[in-house]
């Protein structure tokens, strides 16, 4: 399976692209200019020798042609970027991990993109692909530190759910991640505006936070189908109220 990545040039693109590759995938990383996709992927065979052989460079167009794509623009390009390589997108899953926020004095604010959330904007922009939201709370820094697991877990969510096991699959083998299936595309609204949140814990406590819910063991998706389903009570065994109604 290739992993094209448009616009991974960036810090978030580039991090997420070494950590692919640090599991097995190979990925394509993908910028306007091949010649600076080149240079991206110099820095990181030579940070990373081994990962030499999983780790590509090309224009964006070259990216697009993955087996799976991941848009990893500025938030504010991200649909218009979809839209472009429409063509070549169609039928894939697209995976859109940008956050629309912006910094107002000492404080990050969400912004609300058109459609509500960008992933629902890049699905509008291309209608025939599988849009996903996914990766959003992960940090550039702990994804380029390859040695390290990231302890975090990852909330996924899209109106396909097959494209949602697909790349709950892909988070599963990063050390450290647990894949949550989050419902459907239009609750990429709360994911993307709750990172302002994260952000702003990163700068009062000057560390680096990710997600961690509790109450849930393990990967959810290993017990669901291990699990015996409760059978409701016979109503004659509910205990009840003298009127009748249950206590």
């Not at 097959?162 to 894949?179: F, H, L, S, W, Y």
Request: hydrophobic share 45%; net charge negative.
């Amino acid at each position: 399976m290739r992993i094209g990545i448009l616009g991974g040039t960036g810090p978030a693109g580039s991090a997420l692209a070494a950590r692919l590759a640090s599991i097995g995938y190979t990925c394509v990383i993908g910028s306007r200019s091949k010649y600076r996709s080149m240079e991206i992927r110099d820095k990181l065979v030579a940070k990373w020798g081994d990962l030499a052989d999983l780790l590509e460079c090309a224009d964006n167009p070259g990216a697009a042609e993955c087996d799976i794509v991941v848009i990893a623009t500025p938030w504010d390009s991200a649909a218009t970027t979809a839209q472009e390589f429409a063509h070549l997108l169609e039928g894939k899953v697209v995976v859109s991990m940008a956050n629309a926020l912006v910094r107002v004095g000492h404080e990050f604010q969400p912004l609300v993109p058109p459609r509500g959330s960008v992933a629902a904007h890049v699905q509008a922009a291309v209608p025939k692909c599988r849009v996903v939201a996914a990766f959003h709370h992960l940090p550039a820094t702990e994804l380029g530190h390859l040695g390290s697991p990231i302890d975090s877990d990852v909330l996924i969510c899209s109106d396909d759910p097959e494209a949602t096991e697909v790349i709950a699959e892909i988070v599963k083998k990063i050390p450290g991640c647990r894949p949550l299936d989050a419902g459907e595309l239009s609750n990429a609204t709360a994911i993307e505006a709750f990172t302002a949140v994260l952000l702003q814990l990163n700068v009062r406590y000057k560390t680096r936070v990710a997600p961690k819910l509790t109450g849930i063991r393990g990967d959810p998706r290993e017990t669901k189908s291990a699990a015996a389903p409760v059978d409701a009570a016979p109503v004659s065994e509910i205990p009840q109220h003298r009127d009748g109604s249950p206590s």
